[in-house]
């Protein structure tokens, strides 16, 4: 049994708020506070550059590659933390691409998030080999999935829609046709239950501050399936992925499995938040998070629906086809959603029209679900949102 009250009482969440937008950026873990203190003083204040060894530092990115491997099904040893996920996205691309050579097309969906659409193409324009990104509707992947295609690079859940592709299925299939899976974790790590190793994944990348609740720009992470560690060529070749760093060699030689991966100094700061925030998840059952997240959404949509007939779902109907967010779409999708965080809801907008929450088992429960929703079908009753205060784009949405 998972106790969210106990894990609820691990987080701050500001007095009056309510929190639906931990797909984004996680709230703060209190013992993520306490951490990053302590780090400060009597670690990096009192230890100096010492810290390196004798608080474990360098060792950070791979203990806590670690935990966050037992939340995705990745075995010990095979995942690493640093940089950000766009470049982890990057990395995993160009290793791939050197797996299979003679192949020229990358496969993606229109779902996948610009970012990582954007690494691809300016990873194809430097190694001006010829690689084309093909970009095809999330529903023809599978259709598309063919012997042209060398690397398949998926975000598994959509971060506008929080459709969720079917791992297992598409790696298969990948595999079937002689290509390699990359899967993007960014709204699946947390989230909901991932078997990387039984999906027989080839490799994945996630960020660590949306459902990790690892802060803003959090490290990312990296898998590369044990079966490929060894072999695949580092395009980010650093002095930490290196055989043997401290050796100050001039050539780079890769180091041993998950390490080659690494690539500079790692962000010791960014990585003690992440490991108290990481506290939150001991004891937590995925199978029973996934039910209380399925719950939680179910029960917004029915509301909504009900109250804001206005509003349009934009996420799939069916919770096992889905990640722990739920869209819905209006034109005035924008307003609306300063509206609502003016009144303490925060979620977010996602152009052109979608407003989106995330729900997430840890910290929100029913109450939160039925507030937000009163709140907005006060909204929508009395176009609140109609005023021009709300119209006015920020730099972040
Ligand atoms: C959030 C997100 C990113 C962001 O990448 P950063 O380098 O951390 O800014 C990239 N890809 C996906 C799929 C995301 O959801």
């Known amino acids: 049994m ?6 609820r009482a691990l987080f701050h969440l500001p007095e ?13 873990p209190l013992a993520a506070k306490e951490r990053v203190a302590l780090m400060m003083t009597d670690e990096w204040g ?61 496969l993606s969906d229109s779902g996948n998030f610009p970012s990582d659409l954007y690494m691809a193409q300016g990873l194809i324009s430097s190694l001006a080999r010829g690689h084309e990104l093909r970009i095809v509707d999330p529903e023809e992947v599978e259709a598309a999935l063919d012997e042209t295609v060398g690397v398949l690079m998926l975000t598994e859940v959509d971060y506008r829609t929080g459709r969720l592709h079917d791992m297992k299925v598409l ?29 027989d994944a080839d490799f994945a990348v996630g960020c660590t501050y949306k459902y990790l609740n690892g802060g803003p720009g959090a490290p990312a992470f990296i898998y590369v399936a044990p079966r490929h560690a060894d072999k695949v060529k580092p395009a980010l070749s650093g002095w930490l992925g290196h055989e043997k760093p401290f050796a100050f060699d001039l050539g780079y ?16 700061l960014g990585l003690a938040a992440l490991d108290a925030a990481l506290d939150a998840w001991d004891g937590v059952d995925m199978g029973a998070l996934r039910q209380k997240s399925i719950a939680l959404c179910d029960l917004f949509v029915s509301e909504v629906e009900r109250r804001c007939p206005m509003l349009t779902l934009g996420s799939p109907r069916d919770g096992h086809k889905r990640g722990s967010q739920i869209s819905f779409l209006h034109e005035e999708g924008y307003a609306i ?28 429960g ?21 005023s021009e205060q709300y119209k006015q784009r920020a730099l972040v949405t």
Request: hydrophobic share 45%.
């Open 253 to 268: 030689r890769p180091g041993g499995g998950i390490d080659r991966m690494r690539v500079g100094t790692p962000p010791i």
């Open 366 to 386: 029913e109450a939160d679900v039925l507030k937000a929703v009163d709140i907005l079908a006060d909204i929508m009753d009395n176009r609140l949102w109609d």
């Open 337 to 364: 959603m300063q509206a609502l965080i003016d009144r303490g809801v925060i979620g977010d907008f996602r152009a052109p029209d979608a407003i989106r929450f995330g729900f997430t088992p840890l910290y929100i």
């Open 46 to 106: 009192e230890l100096l550059i010492k810290g390196w060894n004798k608080a474990g530092w360098m060792m950070m990115p791979r203990r806590i590659g670690d935990r966050v491997g037992r939340l995705i099904g990745a075995a010990e040893g095979t995942v690493v933390m640093g940089d950000t996920l766009s470049i982890k996205v990057y990395q995993a691309l160009a290793s791939a691409l050197d797996l299979v050579p003679e192949r020229k097309v990358i």
């Open 16 to 28: 009056g708020v309510v929190y639906l937008d931990g797909n984004s950026l996680g709230p703060l």
């Open 171 to 199: 790696t298969k299939k990948a595999h079937d046709v002689g290509a390699v899976a990359i899967w993007d974790l960014a709204h699946s790590a947390g989230a909901l239950p991932v078997d990387l190793a039984g999906a």
């Open 2 to 7: 998972t106790d969210f009250e106990r894990t």
